[in-house]
């Protein structure tokens, strides 16, 4: 495969880490503060703890405050309102993440609105995604974020294309929708959403210029599905046989698209940029603010 059609993932991360740290420092030098980051986790899902732990290493490389708060998986709701309560009230903690799946006995919705608004830096409050749909967003979900952030910096052109995203998830699908809907001039796409009822998914993606697959199934893509030779961005990660792969077949998809995301290494170490960059804006927001 021709090196020119690979997007490296790693090295947008880097470059994104780099302004990241100098706004860091600019910020602290005019506040002497540094962004802190909250997150909460409920139980042991082994997925969750490696995503905090890369969670905390990136915020050790960008320089700023972590600080996780684990709890059991019977923890009743009422105790976990009574801490997003205290970390919303404390002028310490800039950003918060309650990191999902929550146990069964707690109302993701009641959750969802509890978290401040202005410290949700994932997305995850009703208002900051309803305030994305009227197209006035104060954050971007972070995975969202990182694809469009991606399409931007590599210079592929979103305006007047067709966008199909294989995926309605709330986390994923559903919100990167509304990004390219935005009237900006790196999204103004026309988006078709497709899902488990679309039908037969290559009469979508054989008409897409760019082609977002984000629907957690391995490797659901094939080359028969593509024609125009479209970029492919590839969201998903799914365990096969010990190894990571993505919903893409990409060695099969490579030699079609004009660019594609390898997974691992594509999606992933943007996403994870995006909060820092949610975070930071999130703590200018706050001191400004008060």
């Excluded at 997007?7 to 880490?17: E, F, L, P, T």
């Excluded at 905090?52 to 709890?71: A, D, W």
């Excluded at 590839?234 to 096969?240: A, L």
């Excluded at 792969?245 to 994870?272: C, H, L, M, Y």
């Amino acid at each position: 495969m021709e090196k020119d059609k690979l997007i490296d993932g790693k090295a947008i991360s880097m470059q994104i880490q780099e302004e990241v740290i100098l706004e860091s420092e600019e910020f602290f030098e005019k506040t002497n503060i540094y962004p802190k980051l909250s997150v909460v986790i409920l139980g042991e899902d082994p997925a969750s703890l490696f995503y905090i732990r890369m969670i905390e290493k990136t915020c050790k490389k960008v320089g700023f405050q972590f600080e996780k708060y684990s709890l059991s998986a019977q923890t009743k709701e009422n105790e976990l309102l009574n801490l997003i309560e205290q970390l919303n009230n404390d002028n310490k903690t800039h950003g918060i993440i309650i990191q999902t799946p929550l146990p069964r006995h707690i109302s993701q919705n009641n959750i969802q609105k509890a978290l401040s608004a202005d410290k949700d830096v994932d997305c995850f409050n009703p208002i900051n995604m309803g305030k994305l749909a009227i197209g006035n967003p104060s954050f971007l979900p972070c995975t969202p974020y990182a694809v469009f952030e991606i399409l931007k910096r590599e210079k592929i052109k979103v305006e007047g294309k067709h966008v199909v995203i294989v995926g309605r998830s709330s986390i994923v699908g559903k919100p990167l929708a509304l990004i390219l809907l935005l009237k900006n001039p790196d999204a103004n796409a026309t988006v078709t959403v497709c899902h488990s009822r679309s039908g037969n998914l290559a009469n979508f993606t054989r008409k897409a210029d760019i082609i977002v697959a984000a629907v957690g199934q391995a490797e659901l893509i094939k080359a028969d599905m593509l024609e125009s030779y479209p970029v492919v961005i590839d969201v998903g990660t799914n365990e096969v046989d010990g190894k990571l792969v993505g919903d893409v077949s990409f060695e099969e998809v490579s030699k079609i698209a004009s660019r594609i995301t390898p997974v691992p290494g594509g999606v992933g170490p943007v996403t994870n940029m995006m909060l820092m960059k949610n975070t930071l804006q999130a703590a200018k927001n706050i001191v400004q603010n008060n």
